[in-house]
């Protein structure tokens, strides 16, 4: 065995690379009970398993340099992340329980943060992504679009005010949160007495995309058909 805990292996940090493969039922990391990783920059390779917890496995990070390196993880044991943590595999995310060991084994973990959106009842075009790492390229969010409205900015993580277009810089670090913010589009709309007149302030009637409803002198509703309106002799929007 490389290391080797009668009961529990617990690292906190630092660079340890543990080694054995001098017969086949060898270890990088053994524990009779838990293994627990809380940080540092870990190497562990064994001849059956690299890193073996009979009763459990946690992997977790302390300082953004942290690294978990291992081919063949114990399959058998209850393998989680710390939590609130993240960790990326080099394509995903990985976070809770991990049931598939195949996302361990034979890949470099590093710390990984978090993003949540808020599109307030639009939608993208094309997926901004959920995570990101301290190395990850720039990301420049995709605005969304909703019927009936004109984007107004994102506001959230380190935004003092709706923001137009946001980009996560390279070097970024920490869980982000970000919510869309729109207004209504101006609608034109036919008058009693046959004159187009343009509205900006109005309701959209919840649960519909065809239909506005406003009160231009809070005494009268109005309903318009959100797209365009022909009018015709002797009708008119009471």
């Given at each position: ?42 190497s562990a390779t064994g001849n059956e398993y690299d890193i073996y917890g009979r009763n ?35 394509s995903e995310a990985l976070s809770g329980t991990i049931s598939d060991t195949d996302k ?119 309903y318009v058909v959100a797209h365009d309106v022909t009018y015709n002799d002797g009708f008119?929007?009471?």
């Amino acid at each position: 065995w490389g290391i080797r805990g009668g009961s529990d292996v617990t690292i906190n940090g630092g660079s340890v690379s543990a080694s054995s493969t001098y017969w086949v039922f060898c270890y990088g990391i053994y524990a009779d009970g838990n293994v627990t990783i809380n940080g540092g920059i870990v190497s562990a390779t064994g001849n059956e398993y690299d890193i073996y917890g009979r009763n459990g496995i946690t992997l977790g990070w302390t300082n953004l340099t942290d690294r978990i390196t291992a081919s063949i993880y114990y399959h058998r044991a209850t393998i989680t992340i710390k939590d609130g943590q993240t960790l990326w595999n080099g394509s995903e995310a990985l976070s809770g329980t991990i049931s598939d060991t195949d996302k361990l084994n034979g890949k470099t973990l590093e710390p990984c943060f978090s993003i949540t959106y808020d599109l307030a009842g639009g939608s993208v075009a094309t997926a901004n992504p959920t995570t990101y790492t301290v190395g990850s390229s720039d990301i420049t969010l995709n605005n969304p679009t909703r019927a009936g409205y004109t984007f107004a900015g994102w506001t959230g993580t380190d935004l003092d005010e709706p923001t137009m277009t946001v980009t996560i810089v390279q070097g970024s670090t920490g869980d982000r949160s970000y919510t869309a913010t729109s207004s209504l589009l101006p609608v034109t709309y036919i008058d009693a007495d046959g004159v187009a007149q343009t509205l900006y302030d109005y309701t959209l009637l919840e649960g519909s995309d065809e239909f506005i409803t406003y009160g231009v002198d809070n005494t009268k509703a109005w309903y318009v058909v959100a797209h365009d309106v022909t009018y015709n002799d002797g009708f008119a929007f009471f």
